[in-house]
């Protein structure tokens, strides 16, 4: 029997995989439920954080459970977009131009620190984003299916960067805020590198593959399949729109946002094992899913007021759905 033969066995195959990194990364458990909801869904995420909050490590040891390719980009103010897609090279042997890929031709790309490449590199990942494919020399190529970026930034620097389009923060399923783990985690991190482990060495995270690349897409399909009442369906709409009506937002979430939190709850339904949404999946998931869609007034950033306050304000006066 495969992960995928009944659905129960997919939703218990995803949560195993999970339980699985938990052990390698230590107190972040919320967010590597978020990066596998994204996976899951077939969304991007956006991930902020400090330096060493296990960015690198969680991504990396997520393709090896999974048995995905991973690759790495450092995005700096003089990346071009050739050194991310690739560029065709004239072999002089032959007498042609040769095509010679890029590292976005991977399985799950992290695009460390995404705001330090200039625009024009920032428009050709969002090509790749939006449309799984990358134009070069006017010829499309197509991206693996499995193709996810994980995009790090981070939230105390901001010198020498370019702050993200709306259009490009759009295309993130989800932004992923990771904090520091808590004291027993932080300590349990330096009994691991006593043992021996180290972020640096692949060899030491004693990580097997659980599934492989097509097992995913397979579970991709058993997420599409979750069932989502038109009750839960309102509830979704009911909290987006209610982004564009609160006066502390300058800007709400558009129609992209209903359909990223609907696609996001189905993931973390099949994630809980069951095949059907509830609220609470709609409310586990509208922080990572709206933060970065919305903004503040100037006058609410005076007050000290953040995007989270005012979006958890906003579940708590909006009536869900009891049945």
Do not use: C, W
């Amino acid at each position: 029997m495969t992960i995928l033969d009944t659905p129960a066995a997919a939703g218990d195959g995803a949560q195993a995989v999970l339980d699985r990194l938990g052990t390698v990364v230590l107190g972040q458990e919320d967010v590597l439920r978020q990066m596998m909801v994204a996976l899951l869904a077939g969304g991007h995420a956006l991930m902020e954080g400090v330096p060493g909050t296990a960015k690198t490590l969680s991504i990396r040891s997520l393709a090896l459970a999974l048995e995905l390719r991973f690759g790495r980009v450092q995005f700096t103010p003089d990346l071009m977009p050739t050194d991310l897609v690739g560029v065709n090279m004239l072999d002089e042997l032959k007498r042609e131009f040769v095509y010679h890929p890029g590292p976005i031709f991977t399985d799950l790309l992290l695009a460390d620190e995404i705001n330090r490449a200039p625009a024009k590199t920032q428009a050709a990942l969002l090509e790749a984003m939006a449309e799984r494919q990358v134009t070069v020399d006017g010829r499309t190529r197509v991206l693996p299916a499995s193709f996810t970026v994980f995009a790090s930034q981070n939230p105390v620097e901001y010198e020498g960067t370019y702050p993200l389009p709306e259009a490009q923060l759009d295309r993130f399923l989800l932004k992923i805020v990771i904090g520091y783990p808590d004291h027993d985690a932080e300590r349990a991190i330096l009994d691991r590198y006593a043992e021996g482990f180290s972020a640096d060495r692949v060899e030491s995270y004693g990580l097997a593959p659980m599934m492989s690349a097509a097992e995913l897409i397979g579970l991709r399909q058993a997420v599409a399949a979750v069932h989502v009442e038109p009750a839960v369906r309102d509830y979704v709409t009911r909290v987006v729109r209610a982004t564009r009506e609160e006066p502390t937002l300058a800007l709400g979430a558009s129609p992209r946002a209903s359909v990223a939190l609907f696609l996001a709850s189905r993931a973390e339904a099949f994630l809980s094992g069951r095949d059907f949404v509830t609220p609470d999946d709609v409310k586990a998931l509208a922080l990572p899913v709206l933060r970065h869609r919305v903004m503040l007034t100037p006058e609410a950033e005076v007050e000290g007021q953040t995007v989270d306050e005012r979006l958890n304000g906003l579940l708590q006066t909006l009536p869900a759905p009891t049945r």
